[in-house]
């Protein structure tokens, strides 16, 4: 029985790295089993894995189900990317409704708000929600619809419905490229619409980047400089980089 279960969870831990984000009932039927038996070869399994959403997910890798992508971002320039985002964190103030961007930067601010509730917190991303939903005093909106492994998120219509009918305080931003003739931009475009409406919807409009992507274009273009108000990023940034951001009148977070 051991033997078997072990396989089971081997198995499922497999299907998790190859970029996958399982449903309870698809992993029954990758076992074979039923999905009673799954729950508990999840509850046994030392905290392996967590259900999120009706999905099984690594509980001990935050955003586990994500792709390649994802994956292979997730440890670079961790230091830029925590910079980046404790000057992000100090223009939240408690009561706001934020919205925070897919991607792996963002995370850093979702681990430092329960110093600052309470707030409302919007997002679309595994690696987000996983973090916020255990934090106390945080209202957490989650906007769904199909998974996107490349960036851990969901979208839809729906979604974006939703979204277009909600008052945002301040937008945080992910971007991967922002260039001074082809703006903002980012590498999967079911982000683009998300990141539109939310920004439209938004008081103050706040990008959170490391500055080695500044003067970087990516496949999906989504904004305009002029449509961000600050920028937060590490202090390499280069007074080349200071000069663009003047001359596009993106104020730079202290």
């Known amino acids: 029985m051991q033997s078997r279960r072990k396989t089971r969870l081997d198995k499922l831990a497999q299907t998790l790295e190859e970029g996958r984000m399982v449903h309870l009932r698809d992993a029954a039927s990758i076992l074979g089993v039923s999905e009673m038996t799954v729950r508990r070869d999840i509850a046994s399994s030392d905290n392996r894995f967590t259900f999120f959403g009706g999905h099984i ?7 586990s189900g994500k792709g390649y992508f994802l994956h292979r971002e997730n440890a670079t320039n961790v230091a830029a990317k925590q910079a980046a985002c404790q000057k992000a964190i100090s223009l939240i103030q408690p009561g706001d409704v934020i919205f925070l961007d897919c991607g792996t930067t963002l995370p850093y601010i979702a681990q430092k708000l329960s110093g600052l509730n309470p707030l409302t917190v ?3 991303s595994v690696n987000i929600a996983e973090i916020i939903c255990k934090q106390p005093n945080l209202k957490v909106i989650l906007l769904g619809g199909e ?5 851990a998120s ?4 729906e979604a974006l419905e939703m979204l277009s009918k909600l008052g945002i305080n301040k937008a945080f931003i992910s971007a ?3 260039h ?5 931009s980012c590498s999967n475009f079911h982000e683009v619409r998300i990141k539109q409406i939310a920004m439209s919807r938004a008081v103050t409009n706040i990008l959170v980047m490391g500055s080695s992507k500044i003067g970087k274009v990516k496949a999906a273009p989504f904004a305009d400089l002029n449509a961000i108000d600050y920028l937060a990023t590490d202090d390499d940034i280069t007074d080349e980089q200071r000069a663009l951001l003047m001359d596009s009148r993106i104020e730079l977070v202290p």
């Open 176 to 178: 991967g490229g922002l």
């Open 154 to 157: 969901f979208a839809s219509e």
């Open 147 to 151: 998974y996107h492994p490349s960036s």
């Open 57 to 63: 997910v690594g509980a001990g890798e935050p955003g």
């Open 180 to 184: 001074p003739q082809h703006g903002l």
């Open 122 to 124: 919007i997002c679309y």
